[in-house]
């Protein structure tokens, strides 16, 4: 299978780092190929909603990273988003993508499986609840079957992750597919 993973933050050795990390470890065991898209050191202007998208000619009006990151979108089989925690919801960086999925709606629906793995420093499911509802929703509406969740709570810092079982998690998880 090709599996995207599209990651929000901007730490390359953070929390939610070690999560995909290990999700690829696990992937790549498995035999899948994989293609990594880091949303916050890429150039990705937010949609507009402008709709030249969705006119005669179906491009987008801005020619930034997404050009990159579309094919590997389109061709997935797997989509794994994976973001820090940001007052109760996935980053900025991240939604900016999923919001340019939008170009590419028509495409998008049906047919694939999606992943989303998320860490952050408070200690209870709460301040994740608003990301796993856009995830639950966002999925539903593309008719994506979700492969899994991966949730890490107290993880403020990589050596706070890296003692406790989210990395496995993420393992198995990529290892599973």
């Known amino acids: 299978m090709k599996v995207l993973i599209i990651t929000g933050s901007p730490h390359k050795n953070g929390t939610t780092a070690c999560l995909a990390e290990q999700f690829i470890k696990g992937a790549e065991e498995a035999g899948h190929e994989i293609f990594r898209f880091d949303a916050a050191n890429k150039e ?14 179906p491009v ?21 988003l994976v973001s820090p925690i ?13 919001d340019r999925f939008y170009a590419n709606d028509a495409v998008l629906h049906g047919n694939k499986k999606a992943v989303l793995m998320v860490a952050m420093a408070d200690d209870s499911m709460e301040s994740a609840e ?9 999925t539903k509406y593309l008719e994506w079957d979700i492969a899994g969740t991966v949730v890490g709570v107290n993880c403020m810092t990589p050596e706070m992750i890296k003692n406790t079982d989210y990395p496995e998690q993420a393992y198995q998880l990529g290892k599973s597919l």
């Open 44 to 57: 990705v202007h937010p949609c507009i909603a402008c709709e030249k998208c969705h006119g005669g000619t």
């Open 60 to 80: 987008c009006v801005f020619k930034d990273d997404m050009q990159e990151l579309n094919p590997h979108l389109i061709e997935a089989d797997v989509i794994a």
């Open 86 to 98: 940001y007052y109760y919801d996935i980053n900025a960086q991240l939604k900016a993508v999923i």
């Open 130 to 138: 608003g990301a796993l509802a856009s995830f639950k929703g966002m």
